[in-house]
């Protein structure tokens, strides 16, 4: 059975399909899609239906990443059906959580800024309402981010040498 990540924010339009594509792209370069699976998701409705963000895609272009989805709002099932659930930031973070009724899945809910290992920041920021730097900066976070989370799931699940 594959490992399932999923990546979410609010809007699923900006960090969130970010972080899949860049991580599906890592998975791809390691030679491990058939062992990793990713996708992502919105704690809102705001954008259900819609493409990655042009200015999102544009910043994601600049490092050979383009950017292929569309948005969705996170569900309940979704605790079930993946094995990790990655929030952009502690708002995101919450939010998935309330929805976490039972509390079994506590563990599976983690704040995406833990897996860098070259930023400082603890959240990964909303860059909807800024400028183009702010999209920049979420790649560069995210490339660091997801590159040690492929090595934890990598570590976590022994994928190495398996393949
Ligand atoms: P995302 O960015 O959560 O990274 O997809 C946002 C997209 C849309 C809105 C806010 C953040 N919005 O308010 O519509």
Redesign the pocket.
């Known amino acids: 059975m594959a490992y399932k990540l999923l990546f979410v924010?609010?809007?699923?339009?900006?960090?969130?399909?970010?972080a899949e594509n860049i991580m599906r792209h890592l998975v791809n370069q390691a030679g491990l899609s058939q062992e990793i699976i990713c996708d992502s998701a919105?704690t809102?409705s705001?954008?259900i239906g819609s493409p990655p963000?042009r200015r999102?895609n544009a910043a994601a272009k600049v490092k050979g990443i383009e950017l292929v989805g569309e948005?969705r709002q996170f569900q309940r099932s979704d605790f079930e059906k993946f094995d990790l659930i990655l929030a952009?930031d502690k708002e995101?973070y919450r939010d998935i959580l309330s929805l976490d009724r039972s509390h079994q899945y506590k563990d599976k809910v983690k704040l995406m800024c833990d897996f860098c290992t070259k930023h400082n920041l603890k959240e990964?920021p909303?860059?909807?309402?800024g400028g183009s730097e702010g999209f920049n900066q979420?790649i560069d976070l995210l490339l660091d981010a997801c590159e040690g989370l492929l090595n934890y799931v990598i570590t976590q699940e022994k994928l190495a040498n398996q393949s």
């Not at 924010?9 to 970010?18: A, D, K």
């Not at 909303?126 to 309402?129: A, V």
């Open positions: 924010c609010l809007g699923n339009i900006c960090r969130s399909p970010s919105g809102s705001y954008h963000d999102m948005a952009m995101n990964v909303d860059p909807y309402y979420v």
